[in-house]
């Protein structure tokens, strides 16, 4: 363990990056139960289960290759979402269960001066950066749609917020020095394709955003080691941007001369060039961008639909906004179907692209059904708009929520 020395000392604190638990993807002995997700357009219910390396109890949608889903009442919690309880998405079932630290290499390449292979030890010594940010699947609440698209059927659980350690991807590509006329940056990791001749999972960024003060290759995770199954042992951060970019076991760079036209970048994870990611449904051959930057979002956390509440005078309603790829500004509760709004407190604001607190009470009119909408100003004006949207892909869900609980007077 000598290698790891190093690592304890460094500021990670007493835990230090170790081989990931050898990660067994089976379904975990003792399901706990199954939880209904409320999707319209099709099976809803869930199994709940602990028991994945790493995890606690999470929503179970596929086992492997794993896509884990947070339960929504852990987003009540801190602002920061536990790591154990972080969701994971895997394209390709072919993943290591475990990588060995000391042979681990990241490499470098393509429109470079020095060609690089480097080891977690000399990543370990460079100058650290620490931010917030969210982590959000693209695809984030695509189950919502309507009518339904084909993907991962998530309610609102692909995300999490957390405090991200490493260093700036640019100190790593100043490092190998590139060259001039570099146009793009392209990442993949330790995971391979399952399917015969189908193109690995890779993602690359335009060479300017990834020479940005932000963008990281991260190895700690609310101050411990990345989970195996989160992309230990380094994955990207792309504070803002979907997950689609925080490309997990990252393993190869490679610097490019022109954009990236291969598979993950030419053909998926692409969106409507049109305002606000939206066509009707069943439109094809219209133009495509890729995704890129969030957009701001807002939950309810501490209710559930249908929970049945005490008729009382003042009604605690509290979650969670994000800004996008800005910070929050304002979060309102609506309790008339949108025409009249009331601003929420806000709690601290732990970092510009995290999860912020808000927290507020309501009043209701009476026993009965009271539908609260909740919507999310950022810092550059941008407002949630009332009407969802709807493209092939499921991308981009951002428009304003709503939460019906039952007001009761013999509750
Ligand atoms: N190597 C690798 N990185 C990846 C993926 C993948 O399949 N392989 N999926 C991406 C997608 S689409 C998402 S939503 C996030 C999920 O991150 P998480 O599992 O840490 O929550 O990882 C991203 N990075
Ligand atoms: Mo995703």
């Given at each position: 363990?000598d290698l790891f ?8 604190g007493r ?5 990931g638990?050898a990660?067994?993807l089976a379904?975990?002995?003792?399901a ?7 999707l319209?357009?099709g099976?809803?219910?869930r199994?709940l289960?602990?028991?994945f390396?790493?995890?606690?109890e999470?929503?179970?949608q596929r086992v492997h ?10 987003f009540?919690?801190?602002?920061f979402?536990?790591n ?5 998405r895997w ?5 290591p269960s475990?990588v060995?630290?000391g042979?681990?290499r ?5 429109c470079?001066?020095?060609p690089?292979s480097i080891?977690l030890t000399?990543?370990?010594?460079m100058?650290r950066?620490?931010l917030?940010?969210?982590?959000q699947c693209?695809?984030?609440s695509?189950?919502?749609f309507?009518p ?6 998530w309610a609102?659980g692909?995300?999490g ?6 260093v ?8 190998a020095?590139v060259l001039p006329g ?8 330790l995971?391979?394709a399952?399917?015969e001749?189908a193109?690995r999972f890779?993602k690359a960024l ?10 990281m290759i991260a190895?700690?995770?609310n101050g411990?080691q990345?989970p195996?199954l989160n992309?230990?042992p380094l994955?990207?951060?792309v504070?803002?941007w979907y997950?689609t970019?925080?490309?997990k076991?990252l ?6 001369a022109?954009p990236d036209d291969?598979?993950w970048m030419a ?5 409507p060039?049109?305002p606000g ?8 051959d219209?133009p ?8 701001p ?9 249908g ?5 009382r005078p003042?009604?605690?309603v509290g ?6 790829d800005?910070?929050?500004?304002k ?7 949108g025409?009249?709004?009331q601003s929420a407190?806000l709690?601290p604001d732990?970092g ?5 607190r808000w927290?507020?009470e ?8 009271m539908t609260?909408?909740?919507r999310c100003?950022n810092?550059?004006?941008?407002v949630?708009?009332?009407k ?6 499921g991308?981009?869900?951002?428009n304003?929520?709503?939460v019906?609980?039952e ?5």
């Amino acid at each position: 363990m000598d290698l790891f020395d190093t690592m304890i000392k460094a500021p990670l604190g007493r835990r230090q990056l170790l081989a990931g638990a050898a990660a067994a993807l089976a379904v975990p002995a003792g399901a706990q139960g199954l939880v209904d997700l409320r999707l319209p357009g099709g099976p809803s219910s869930r199994r709940l289960a602990a028991g994945f390396p790493g995890k606690g109890e999470m929503i179970v949608q596929r086992v492997h290759p794993p896509l884990l889903e947070t339960p929504m009442e852990v987003f009540d919690g801190d602002v920061f979402t536990p790591n154990d309880r972080f969701f994971v998405r895997w394209h390709w079932a072919d993943m290591p269960s475990a990588v060995d630290v000391g042979s681990f290499r990241l490499t470098v390449h393509g429109c470079v001066r020095t060609p690089l292979s480097i080891g977690l030890t000399q990543i370990l010594r460079m100058p650290r950066i620490e931010l917030a940010a969210v982590n959000q699947c693209s695809g984030n609440s695509r189950g919502l749609f309507e009518p339904r698209v084909p993907g991962a059927q998530w309610a609102h659980g692909a995300m999490g917020n957390a405090r991200w350690l490493g260093v700036r991807l640019r100190d790593v590509l100043d490092q190998a020095g590139v060259l001039p006329g570099a146009a793009a940056v392209r990442f993949a990791g330790l995971d391979g394709a399952t399917v015969e001749g189908a193109p690995r999972f890779e993602k690359a960024l335009a060479i300017d955003h990834a020479r940005s003060d932000e963008v990281m290759i991260a190895f700690g995770m609310n101050g411990e080691q990345l989970p195996l199954l989160n992309g230990f042992p380094l994955r990207l951060v792309v504070p803002g941007w979907y997950s689609t970019y925080w490309v997990k076991m990252l393993s190869d760079i490679e610097v490019l001369a022109a954009p990236d036209d291969r598979y993950w970048m030419a053909k998926a994870y692409r969106i409507p060039a049109t305002p606000g990611a939206d066509v009707a449904p069943g439109a094809r051959d219209f133009p495509t961008v890729p995704i890129g930057r969030m957009t701001p979002r807002s939950f309810i956390t501490g209710l559930r639909e249908g929970q049945v509440v005490p008729l009382r005078p003042a009604i605690p309603v509290g979650g969670i906004a994000l800004g996008g790829d800005t910070g929050v500004a304002k979060v309102e509760l609506s309790a008339d179907g949108g025409r009249s709004w009331q601003s929420a407190a806000l709690g601290p604001d732990r970092g510009k692209y995290g999860f912020r607190r808000w927290d507020m009470e309501v009043t209701p009119a009476g026993p009965g059904a009271m539908t609260l909408l909740v919507r999310c100003t950022n810092d550059a004006g941008e407002v949630q708009p009332m009407k969802p949207i709807w493209n092939p892909g499921g991308f981009m869900r951002s428009n304003v929520e709503a939460v019906t609980i039952e007001v009761r007077s013999d509750a």
